[in-house]
């Protein structure tokens, strides 16, 4: 859902197994050139994605013939206008942490004053993501104010808080498709029509680590991204390793790869491979820029192995800074 639910693939567009080589891969060398409002943007990008999801849920609502939901939309629609005119002029909005607190109410009174239309499936459905999807809004918007309280920190993060905050995300992908698609962790789950993620968060040094907060995002984008352009029934494999060198995350796929001549360009923002320019996306085209902006703003470095039709792999290396060893 972080950058929308992907689209249905035809069956010919199965996954292939991995046959990506270190022939494949790409460094990342230039720092991307971002104006104040793109750079606002990215920050942003995450929240952007789940107003998308909101607004969208409430269009399907409406088609359900569930009356009196105008002002949440508009409520909604507004607010990612007001994100955008801000960052245009240079500035960050600042977002009330009760926002979402208050959008939950005034759906749930609308849905509560039309109990008849609320207790059918569809609507029921509809629901569960809109409160979901909600919650993590919320948590969203306390990242953004901590994060801007102080933009360069590192600070402390565990294996399992961040693995339950990647849970969330799919999880809230998986029910954004309303059926479309399940998203696994096991194996041994995996049906062909599901996605299946496997996720391994490992510190060094057997407890809490130290990460710019920024990257949390990113590790929740790139794998959003990658399921995104992978055909149901697909693997994602993610990895986070830190050590007292610093941090390693490593994002792989089987999907649709990057052509090859398009690697160094994919990271620029906006820019969406010609592979997949007839694929419709909820997304702003700036995942990987995001990552790319990140990683060179910590000193890191980022590489891009793909090849089509048999995925992708990106892999960021963020040396470590001295107060995060501390």
Known sequence: MTDGAPEPMESSASPTSFRLNESDEVEM???????????????FHSLINMIGVLHGCLELLQAENVEGLENAKARVFRLAGEIKSAAAHG???KLARTFSVFLAAEIEAVLLGDSARAETSAVAGIRETI????????????ELHDRASNPGAWVSFSPGNLTVSVGQVLEAMEKNARGRYRIVRNIAEQNPGDYLVDLDITSAGGGEFFMPPIFH???????????????????????????ETGLRLVIEDNG?????????????????????????????GFGLTKALWATKSFGGRM????????????????????????
Do not use: C, M
Request: glycine fraction near 8%.
């Open 29 to 43: 060398t230039s720092d991307p050139e971002l104006t104040t409002e793109q750079k606002i943007l990215i920050d």
């Open 91 to 93: 500035r960050q909005l």
């Open 131 to 142: 409160f979901f999807a909600l919650e993590i809004f919320h948590i969203r918007i306390a």
């Open 217 to 243: 995002d990113v590790l929740r984008d790139l794998i959003a991204n990658a399921i995104k352009y992978t055909p149901p029934g697909g693997k994602i494999s993610a990895g986070l390793l830190a050590s």
């Open 256 to 284: 649709l790869g990057i052509p090859k001549e398009e690697l160094s360009k994919v990271v620029d923002f906006g820019y969406r491979a010609s592979n997949v320019l007839s694929r419709r996306t909820h997304g702003g």
């Open 303 to 326: 590489w891009i192995r793909s090849r089509i039709g048999a995925g992708s792999r990106v892999t960021l290396v963020i040396p470590a800074q001295l107060q995060a060893l501390s």
